[in-house]
């Protein structure tokens, strides 16, 4: 299970963006996440993933509750969630090719020799070809980007994937065939899904179950409502 | 704003210049913009050429949108830069890109940033936010727009037309005085709007104005840019988001591999008998409230186009035909379009 009890994060402990989220994966379930702009499913996405310590509230990956977020997290916990994000661009290192971004994480893990092996397995299944595997991120598209960021994710076999708006920077084409490269590893490997968006038609149709970011994070009291003027 | 032209024009021109083309007879008033062959070529090191838009030919006319389709890399926004003269300095052009009489491709930079850019051209960009200055509210961008495109002088008066300009945009007056980065998504981007409207340009040319925006202002965007098309002003919007283009567009063109492979009416291209090209038909059913099938493989090279059909590796109908180039006849540019033309298809 990947569990969210009772979360609040944000960037300034006095006014948290989330406020006492509560979120259940299964193993092997897809949940869409649905919420508008600005809501602050990002940053639920970010904690998720290990990436942001929330301010109160856990994290369970698999019954161990998460103590320490980010670089300290325990490489086991760490590499057990695979991540994508919105933007490839902000989240790939623009010096590296390809093929070197997509074997980080194995590199980054010791798992050197599995490196060529790999990387050609992945890149089969995200649709990428081996010419564009040599090439640096200048050289190709947003949507060949996010397919080496999406075998980048895939590579450690994580049992938990976060997709934090994978798809909104891209064609209806590319975002098929994306949807269709994750749900191929999931049903290869019984991994779980947590899919943020805001895209409703998407979300339903990608995952087992959708739920809105009202329901994650239940209204308490009336925050008081600052009128300008 | 990009568009902002240099500081000295404002006295030169008190009103942006009546929109010459467009109020002739209303039965066959000429098209605000016609594209005819143009092609853009980026010269690489090494002697590389990177075939970014090839031989696109359409007009937009006054009161309609155009909305150009195609995914990430096909061309689209290069189209646009060529239209508005940012193309960096390694493009070359050719054909031609009539605006009325003027030429945008060999109108000179002084022409362009006097007369083209903000006057006859607005331009609505894609990621607002980072397109508007950061560190100036947005009253003291609304007010200097207003001052180089229009001939309203004194303080008084620049304060009460830049808060016109941005009620027309729906932007919130209570809001003027924010920075950019105190605005949420849908503010910047009526913010960015209001400054495009304000040169009442006879063109509207919005380049992925919703990418990023969640699906309700989306929606409401693209039904504000709706709002702001009228007997006279033409909008041509390049994105990739086919729910944004059914909303808004009367007309469709459909770009691959920096070619124009199918042009047709938005109720044909969304509704019965749909799309006939078979890369068209297979964007559209890629969406999630279709097959949510992808289109195998992937788009081909700028660099290495093949000399036939570029659709082709990709195309389940592809057969011998297809090496050679097809020509643009009707709607379409395909050796095997689908389904069969019928006279209506045609007249499209």
Request: aromatic share 2%.
């Amino acid at each position: 299970m990947l569990e969210l009890r009772d979360v609040t994060a944000g960037y300034d402990r006095r006014a948290p963006v989330v406020r006492n989220a509560t979120l259940t994966v299964a193993p092997g379930e897809a949940v869409g996440l649905l919420g508008p702009s600005g809501c602050g499913k990002s940053t639920l996405a970010r904690v998720t993933a290990l990436l942001h310590r929330p301010d109160s509230g856990h994290v369970v990956l698999d019954g161990a509750p998460v103590h320490r977020y980010r670089h300290r997290a325990p490489r086991a916990q760490r590499t057990a969630v695979g991540v994508v994000f919105q933007q490839p661009r902000l989240s790939a290192d623009p010096r590296l090719r390809l093929t070197d971004l997509i074997a980080e994480p194995l590199r980054a893990t010791g798992r050197r020799s599995s490196v060529p092996e790999r990387v050609a397995e992945l890149a089969g299944t995200v649709g990428l070809t081996p010419d564009l595997l040599t090439r640096r991120p200048h050289e190709v598209s947003d949507g060949q980007l996010q397919r080496a960021c999406l075998a980048r994710a895939l590579v450690l076999r994580p049992r938990w994937l976060v997709c934090d708006e994978m798809t909104a920077m891209l064609d209806a084409s590319t975002t098929a065939a994306l949807v269709r490269a994750v749900e191929d590893y999931r049903t290869a490997t019984g991994a779980g899904l947590l899919a943020v968006g805001h895209d409703r038609l998407l979300l339903n149709r990608w995952c087992d179950r959708t739920v809105h970011w009202d329901t994650v994070t239940p209204k308490r009291a009336p925050m008081p409502v600052r009128t300008p003027g | 704003m990009t568009e902002r032209p240099p500081a000295r024009a404002a006295e030169a021109a008190p009103e942006p210049p009546a929109a010459s083309a467009v109020d002739a007879a209303p039965a066959e008033r000429p098209p605000v913009l016609s594209v005819r062959g143009l092609s853009v070529r980026f010269l690489l090191p090494g002697g590389r050429r990177i075939a970014a838009v090839t031989d696109a030919r359409f007009d937009v006319a006054p009161g309609e949108c155009l909305v150009l389709i195609g995914e990430s890399g096909c061309g689209k926004s290069v189209l646009a830069s060529a239209l508005l003269g940012l193309l960096p300095a390694n493009a070359q052009t050719s054909g031609g890109a009539l605006l009325g009489e003027l030429d945008l491709l060999t109108a000179g930079e002084p022409t362009l940033a006097r007369t083209v850019r903000g006057r006859r051209v607005g331009l609505i960009p894609q990621s607002p936010a980072a397109h508007l200055t950061p560190v100036r509210t947005i009253r003291s961008q609304m007010e200097e727009t207003v001052a180089q495109l229009t001939g309203v002088r004194g303080r008084a008066a620049l304060r009460s037309a830049a808060e016109r300009a941005a009620a027309r945009a729906g932007f919130p007056r209570d809001h003027l005085d924010r920075h950019p980065h105190e605005l949420s998504g849908g503010l910047a981007q009526r913010a960015a709007t209001a400054l495009a409207l304000i040169g009442d340009a006879p063109l509207l040319l919005a380049d992925e104005p919703t990418t990023g925006l969640d699906r309700d202002l989306v929606d409401h965007t693209v039904d504000e840019l709706r709002r702001h098309i009228d007997a006279d002003r033409a909008l041509l919007m390049i994105t990739h988001d086919l729910a944004a283009a059914e909303r808004i567009a009367d007309r469709v063109a459909v770009m691959y591999a920096g070619r124009i492979v199918e042009l047709t009416g938005a109720d044909t291209f969304f509704g019965s008998p749909g799309p006939r090209h078979p890369y068209s038909r297979g964007l559209l059913e890629a969406l999630p409230d279709r097959s949510f099938t992808p289109i195998p493989g992937l788009p081909p090279e700028l660099g290495g186009l093949p000399d036939g059909c570029a659709f082709a590796a990709r195309c389940d109908r592809a057969t011998d035909a297809c090496t050679a180039l097809p020509p643009f006849t009707g709607p379409v540019a395909c050796h095997h379009p689908l389904p069969a033309p019928t006279p209506e298809d045609l007249r499209a």
